[in-house]
């Protein structure tokens, strides 16, 4: 059974996309945060209405929020819709 999104399970989400998955967190803020210049983001929070990053840039740092397309209902649903972001943003960056 999936956990369900408390701040515990957002940190310890963050702190895996972090460590394995960081070149993901950077195509979430480049595509579905609209960020151009990225050059480093981490995940600072997720809920199940979406996920807050932290994105450098060359202009320095910023916070951004990325809302999910229908709110996530457990850790297992946020594992499925990170991994079909993922994917979808790899899309998007072939395409452009």
Known sequence: MADPLTPAISDRICKHMNEDHASAIALYAQVFGQQTDVTTAQM??????GMDL????????????IEFE????????AHQVLIAMAKQARGAGNNS
């Open 70 to 77: 229908q709110p996530l209902k457990d850790s297992e649903d």
């Open 44 to 49: 600072q929070a997720i809920d199940p209405t």
């Open 54 to 65: 932290v994105v450098e840039s060359d202009g320095g740092a910023k916070t951004i929020r």
